[in-house]
T-cell receptor, first 113, second 113 residues
Framework: KAGVTQTPRYLIKTRGQQVTLSCSPI?????VSWYQQTPGQGLQFLFE???????NKGNFPGRFSGRQFSNSRSEMNVSTLELGDSALYLC????????????FGDGTRLSIL | GQQLNQSPQSMFIQEGEDVSMNCTSS?????WLWYKQDPGEGPVLLIA?????ELTSNGRLTAQFGITRKDSFLNISASIPSDVGIYFC?????????????FGGGTRLMVKP
């Protein structure tokens, strides 16, 4: 059974650019969440989508946005990139909404020059 | 934002030894989860706990959901070299909070053969 797939695995951008990351959840999973992982702040929740609607949002600026498609696949976008956005961005999927365990992909490593 | 206190931050043990790590919170969670992350990969779910007082095993791993719902611990018995990695606890409120996870800072486990 295929797990959560994230593309690309690595990305290098410069300040001021924007970036789009992609996530395909486990087949049948309808909820997708995004997390940012950095050495200083650890794993922090960005947002969660269910049935194409953003249901929860973490404490991140509006430059971070996302969406979910009808096939449950999700994308997140970061605009006007800053050096501090360098991080591992992890996508996780769950079967349904509320109290379901999350299963993670291997992440996209974003480096900002 | 809300933080989970995970300890110890790191452990360097001899192969065959037992390991114990724990996580505490100032708030109640309805679900506790434990994940392991290897370098270059996303966190992998080890154990999920759904009820206060619950004790659950997965091979050499045993985890417990604290009675107060504010803590959890993970034990690894007879450690082997492949246990090396970073272990994370995560709390989940569930219900209207969806599947969002709040993570501890991680315990880095190193095993000496």
């Amino acid at each position: 059974k295929a797990g959560v797939t994230q593309t690309p695995r690595y990305l290098i951008k410069t300040r001021g650019q924007q970036v789009t990351l992609s996530c395909s959840p486990i087949s049948g999973h309808r909820s997708v969440s995004w997390y940012q992982q950095t050495p200083g702040q650890g794993l922090q929740f960005l947002f969660e989508y269910f049935s194409e609607t953003q249901r929860n949002k973490g404490n991140f600026p509006g430059r971070f946005s996302g969406r979910q498609f009808s096939n449950s696949r999700s994308e997140m976008n970061v605009s006007t990139l800053e050096l501090g956005d360098s991080a591992l961005y992890l996508c996780a999927s769950s079967l349904g909404w509320g109290g379901q365990p999350q299963h993670f992909g291997d992440g996209t490593r974003l480096s900002i020059l | 934002g809300q933080q989970l206190n995970q300890s110890p931050q790191s452990m360097f043990i001899q192969e065959g030894e037992d390991v114990s790590m724990n996580c505490t919170s100032s708030s109640i969670f309805n679900t506790w989860l434990w994940y392991k992350q290897d370098p270059g990969e996303g966190p992998v779910l080890l154990i999920a706990l759904y009820k206060a007082g619950e004790l659950t095993s997965n091979g050499r791993l045993t985890a417990q959901f604290g009675i107060t719902r504010k803590d959890s611990f993970l034990n690894i018995s007879a450690s082997i070299p492949s246990d090396v990695g970073i272990y994370f606890c995560a709390g989940q409120l569930g219900d209207n909070a969806g599947n969002m996870l709040t993570f501890g800072g991680g315990t880095r486990l190193m095993v000496k053969p």
